[in-house]
């Protein structure tokens, strides 16, 4: 049987990372494959210091608005406070998540970094896949070329749809992102904007590929959840958010429970610390049975979609005032630009929506994906 070894960010405490971790490994092994994740660790840091640095930081504090300055030192007074909170969460969400995936997932024993990379690495597969998750975001993995399969031959270099996560790569970036993307046999991005990055810096067209989470149905997501020991048995509106959550839209959210009349179930929230470490089976499970779904992530609706659950996404707060691009492709793509808050609100229509339309558009884009996966691994 052949072998493909995936290459993607293996982290430990997000749903979506590892969530799409697993559609990957299922998507291989349905079409005849043996397969295991290169558990695997990104380039450091760059440490950044000395003067040029610290009037870099005095001059964008400068910039930035009154408000946004001030949710900042909120925050950075708040995470003071809940450190302590926060440590305990990160270690139980950690012990809770090693333990389903010791139950679903194919890792491999040998952990590669990029000064540790064993010398016939690419030779122990057929072939090699990178993606999905943000594997080519610059600002979290740093250019490593590990992340672009360079110790694999290039016929066997895959990329199923991967993110960049940023719109533009930094100009310290560039030269080497555009000579190992050109060195891809097969390139696929997960959002228009890394398609562009990619014609941009190498001059080929990449396919926009829907993220491989959307490739397994509902009842295969459903066969490897697992019953929230915290879901309560009410209706309830179920929040999920990556980035902050302000005093104002807390209110906002309070306020639309009340006038739906349902409980609030708040995940990743260090103030619901009883839920804050669910593992990813139980965050299939909130997600299937709750009555909406707010959210400013991405892996949150999509897993809102595939359950057929209402949803409203949010901007994301403390870092931009837009939403990412893949947020942006996804509702564009299943014409779910009525889903954002700034759209509904002053509406009655948070609890009513139709999937028919979009359920029809991801046939199109599963066989999109299909017939990019066949001709990759020569099927």
């Known amino acids: 049987m052949k072998k493909i070894g995936i290459l993607t960010i293996v982290d430990y405490v997000n749903y979506g990372n590892r969530l799409q971790n697993y559609a990957v490994q299922e998507i291989l092994k349905s079409r005849g494959f043996e397969v295991e994740t290169i558990v695997n660790k990104p380039f450091p840091r760059p ?9 870099k930081r005095i001059t964008n504090a400068i910039l930035l608005s ?10 950075k007074v708040r995470n003071f406070k809940y450190k302590k909170l926060y440590l305990a969460g990160q270690k139980a969400k950690e012990l809770s998540f090693r333990k389903y995936g010791s139950k679903y ?9 990029y000064k540790h990379i064993p010398a016939d690495l690419g030779e122990r597969y057929d072939f090699v896949v990178t993606g999905s998750d943000q594997i080519w975001n610059p600002a979290i993995r740093h250019g490593s070329p590990v992340d672009f399969l360079t110790f694999a031959p290039v016929e066997k270099r895959i990329a199923l749809s991967p993110s960049f996560g940023v719109s533009v790569i930094p100009d310290e970036y560039r030269n080497i992102y555009s000579r190992f993307l050109s060195e891809m046999a097969h390139l696929s991005v997960r959002e228009q904007a890394g398609a562009n990055i990619i014609k941009e810096l190498t001059g080929r067209e990449a396919p926009v590929l829907v993220d491989p989470t959307l490739m397994l149905s509902k009842e295969k997501w459903l066969a490897v959840s697992e019953k929230a020991q915290k879901r309560p048995e009410q209706k309830y509106l179920l929040t999920y958010f990556i980035g902050t959550l302000s005093p104002r839209r807390t209110k906002i959210i309070k306020d639309l429970a009340d006038k739906y009349k349902l409980k609030l179930v708040q995940m990743a929230n260090l103030d619901d610390f009883e839920r804050y470490h669910a593992n990813p089976g139980e965050f299939i499970d909130y ?9 400013d992530s991405f892996h949150a609706v999509i897993f809102s979609m595939l359950m057929e659950r209402p949803f409203v996404v949010f901007d994301r707060e403390g870092k931009s005032s837009k939403m990412n691009s893949r947020i942006e492709t996804l509702l564009g793509k299943f014409n779910f630009r009525n889903r954002t808050f700034v759209n509904l609100q002053g509406t009655d229509d948070f609890l ?5 339309e979009s359920k029809e558009i991801l046939r199109k884009e599963q066989k999109k994906f299909d017939d990019y996966l066949k001709e990759a691994l020569k099927l």
């Open 47 to 55: 440490v950044e210091k000395g003067l040029k640095f610290t009037l």
């Open 66 to 75: 009154p408000a946004v300055l001030f949710e900042r030192i909120r925050l």
């Open 105 to 113: 997932m194919q890792e491999s024993d040998f952990v590669v970094d």
């Open 287 to 295: 997600i299937a049975h709750a009555a909406l779904v707010c959210t």
């Open 352 to 356: 009513r929506i139709d999937f028919i």
